[in-house]
């Protein structure tokens, strides 16, 4: 780990102890910034100090909704970064509410603290975009773009992938007990799947000032994947055989509305619907204008390099299959 400075710079991330989060804290930590995690529960958030030195990661409490949690949580840093993001409604935790005022918020404080902020949104993010998601993505941009300017840096990845990700964690998990995985829409819309170690550095890299202010780059993995085959490579991975079942939009909305009304994570909601109705890919516009992970001088990790790392313990044996042991004892 690099040698700690006697001052470091401080950097607050929202959103510090979430699936990107951690790993966004681990790539400043090891630059030897001091990391600020503002976080919602602080008392869940120790899980982040072994990631640094002592003292070099501490937990405090902000909530987006809160702007004067949000000025406390920027007081004295010299740089913030917003990772916050949801990707279904809950009571207060609305789309526009987390995903738009907050991250004008962020930014406002930003502003008047005169720090710089890399700022998360997501590929897909469109004010005329029929899903509440994509819509609360590109107003927080806005925001973003019309307070900070140059000092602003956006971040868009297409779907994240990674050791704790609710994507192919969540499929595998169901390919343990269901004979069959759902293919929403036929499995034909496309996505650009991009390793959380890459868009962690591509953050830092940001947060080090070797990106271009007011620029907003896409984050993409090296192979464009449909939904199909990202469920084809994922059962590949934990060696297990099961039926993929096409479901029509239409019936996937109506699952979404019921999935939605029940307590705790849904499975999938009406919007998430909508937004998987349109591909998820890195533009031609951020390709030929140099806006790209590449660009950044990240070379991106494919999902058939990373994947059998942290999901073979959904293989029937574990890391441990012999042999001469059948795919899948289950059929």
Known sequence: MTTLSDQPKVITVFGGSGFLGRHVTRALAKRGYRVRAAVR????????????DVGQIAA????????????RAVEGADAA???VGILAERGKQGFDTVQAYGARYVAEECEDAGIPLVHVSAIG?????????ARSKARGEDWVRQTLGERAVIMRPSIVFGPEDDFFNQFAAMARYSPALPLIGGGE????????????????????????GGTTYELGGPEVMTFRRCLEEMLEVIERKR???????????????????LPGK?????????LLRQDNVVSQAAIDEGRTLEEIGVKAASVEAILPTYLWRF?????????????????
């Open 125 to 133: 993010a469109d004010p005329d975009s029929p899903s509440g998601y």
């Open 60 to 71: 405090i409490q902000a909530n987006l909704r809160h702007k004067w949690s949000v000025e």
């Open 81 to 83: 970064i917003n990772l």
């Open 41 to 52: 529960r602080p008392d869940l958030a120790f899980h982040l100090q072994p990631l640094g």
């Open 315 to 331: 293989r029937v044996s574990g890391q441990f299959r012999k042999q001469h042991e059948p795919q899948d004892a289950e059929g």
């Open 243 to 261: 039926a993929l079942i096409s479901i029509p939009w239409w019936a996937a909305s109506m699952q979404g509305r019921f999935f939605q009304m």
């Open 266 to 274: 849904p499975l999938i909601t009406e919007d998430q619907v909508r």
């Open 189 to 212: 819309t496309r996505f650009q799947p991009v390793y959380v170690g890459d868009v962690a550095e591509a953050i830092a890299r940001g947060i080090d000032g070797r990106l271009k």
